[in-house]
């Protein structure tokens, strides 16, 4: 059997995508760029465009966008000075938490253009995972794993767990968290509390 791959949709940035997440429920789609600017695309209905000439054109935000596809909604934020390394929305949809080369943790309202947190840290951090329903995970460029709890400005946990830079960590459906790194290892943790 031969299968096909076609294009469904493409959104549009002004500069290199570096990281892209889904929602919970799939309608929402939230892309990074190497600039800090954070878009999140509605991909459960399409904006009210018009068609001239092939061209759908569509109004959002003050904005109009043209492309030769039917348009989605688009929100767009500037969220951090440098590149965007890592994305999650929460478990509502309503927010999402960034991070970036400028060393800072950012929790968003993308709907409100509203930062409700904004969190620095010692390194980069390269990815993360949701820990407990107010928690993240995450892993830096030191190596190191550390538990975030969203209302507080510290790690409540870190560990050092590469000697290289953390690149890739996942959440177990049996809370069991799965990190790699440039040490060559993948590192299945257990988290005991």
């Avoid at 600039?35 to 935000?61: A, D, P, R």
């Avoid at 995970?137 to 409540?156: A, C, E, F, R, S």
């Avoid at 959440?171 to 799965?178: D, E, Q, T, V």
Wanted: some cysteine; hydrophobic content about 35%.
């Amino acid at each position: 059997m031969n299968s096909e791959m076609v294009v469904e949709a493409e959104f549009d940035h002004d500069t290199a995508v570096v990281c892209v997440c889904l929602s919970n429920d799939s309608s929402f789609i939230s892309s990074a760029t190497k600039n800090g600017q954070l878009y999140v695309w509605e991909v459960t209905s399409q904006c009210e465009v018009f068609s001239k000439n092939g061209e759908y054109l569509c109004h959002n935000q003050s904005i109009i966008y043209s492309s030769t596809t039917p348009v989605y909604k688009m929100y767009l934020v500037a969220v951090h000075t440098g590149k965007i390394t890592a994305l999650l929305f929460n478990e509502d949809n309503k927010s999402v938490i960034s991070c970036g080369a400028d060393k800072l943790v950012v929790v968003t309202n993308w709907q409100s253009d509203c930062q409700l947190r904004r969190i620095f840290t010692e390194h980069i951090i390269n990815c993360l995972t949701w820990d407990l329903e107010d928690s993240i995970v995450v892993g830096d460029t030191d190596g190191q794993i550390q538990v975030w709890h969203l209302n507080l400005n510290v790690p409540q946990y870190s560990h050092k767990a590469y000697q290289g830079s953390i690149t890739c960590i996942v959440k177990a459906s049996n809370g069991s968290i799965i990190t790699c790194g440039k040490s060559n290892k993948v590192t299945v943790w257990k988290t005991i509390r």
